[in-house]
């Protein structure tokens, strides 16, 4: 049996698995991105947790096919460094590949996790039926990856697909990137509940806010409405440069379901530039459970 090995290194957990060929996810479990530890000590963590599964399956190690990571940017691939995630400052210019290789004799790949992600759909998900899709992923912030003719693009140093960074509306406010009105910084999970908090005057969920607008909530209605535009809009920009033929849309705010997908179609028949990007297929990630650790996967048991 051939096993890789996934890895989705978060800024509050890192996950790690056994997945098969067929995308079957073995076992599993993760750990605390504790700031109190190095890089080093928690990849070494991981590393000892992982063949302690391999033992605990009955696996031999020269079961593992090789071992995938997914990561946030920015990071250098080549390298196989992360240089500058903002969620992981202790993690800054810190070679992740390198410092795997001292745990595993097999070959390491390491992407953007948004790039993974697309990547799992393609393998076992929701685009198997293109070679021309984005996927994007909404929520603490704004990803994107980007499959075209039949490959991943991925960019000079793996950071193709930083979509969150489009600006979408300059009057939107000061992005943590320093530019205004990004998408992520609009349009977001973590931008939903700024927002709603701001109007409410109290903290309020993103979970929150999509429910009191299903209740029939004005404002957070009106600002929902909003939110749904602005999707619809990056995803109108998406479409217009790189002209897919399907966008998968996954992360925590693509779980409130047809609302958003309606709305995001309805804006997308409207605004693409083309009659094709108008009919630009609009769906939910069929990878919602496991999707980091399958992508992570994906590297290994996919050719991209």
């Known amino acids: 049996m051939a096993i890789a090995v996934g890895i989705d290194i978060g800024g509050t957990k890192i996950a790690y698995g056994l997945i098969t060929e067929q995308g079957e996810v073995l076992a599993k479990g993760s750990l605390p991105t504790d700031p109190g530890k190095t890089p ?14 391999m033992n605990k399956q009955g696996l031999p190690a020269s079961s593992i096919t090789g071992v995938g990571i997914g990561a946030p940017g920015p990071l250098d691939t080549a390298a196989g460094k992360l240089t500058c995630p903002p969620n992981l400052k202790a993690w800054w210019d810190f070679p992740v590949v390198a410092e795997l290789q001292k745990h595993f004799q097999s070959t390491i790949r390491m992407e953007n996790d948004a790039t993974a992600a697309a990547l799992a759909e393609k393998w076992i998900g929701a685009a198997q039926d293109t070679d021309h899709f984005i996927f994007i992923t909404v929520s603490t912030g704004i990803g994107a990856g980007i499959y075209c003719h039949g490959k991943l693009l991925t960019g000079a140093t793996g950071n193709a697909g930083d979509a969150g960074h489009m600006i979408v509306d300059p ?19 973590t931008a939903v509940a700024r927002q709603a ?56 705010v693509s779980q409130v379901g047809d609302p958003l997908f309606t709305a995001v179609r309805r804006y997308v028949s409207e605004h693409a530039l083309n009659p094709s990007g108008r009919a630009t297929a609009i769906v939910p990630a069929a990878l919602q459970q496991n999707a980091g650790l399958i992508g992570a996967a994906a590297l290994v048991h996919c050719s991209y």
């Open 197 to 252: 908090s701001e109007l409410l005057g109290r903290t309020v969920t993103s979970k929150e806010a999509f429910e009191l607008a299903a209740a029939g909530d004005e404002p957070m209605a009106g600002l929902v409405s909003r939110i749904y535009t602005y999707i619809g809009m990056g995803c109108v920009s998406l479409i217009n440069v790189l002209d897919p033929n399907k966008i998968v849309i996954g992360g925590g």
């Open 171 to 189: 009057a939107g406010g000061l992005c943590t990137c320093g530019q205004r009105g990004c998408w992520e910084w609009i349009a977001s999970g």
């Open 40 to 53: 080093a000590e928690l990849l070494g963590q991981v590393s000892e947790a992982v063949h302690m599964m």
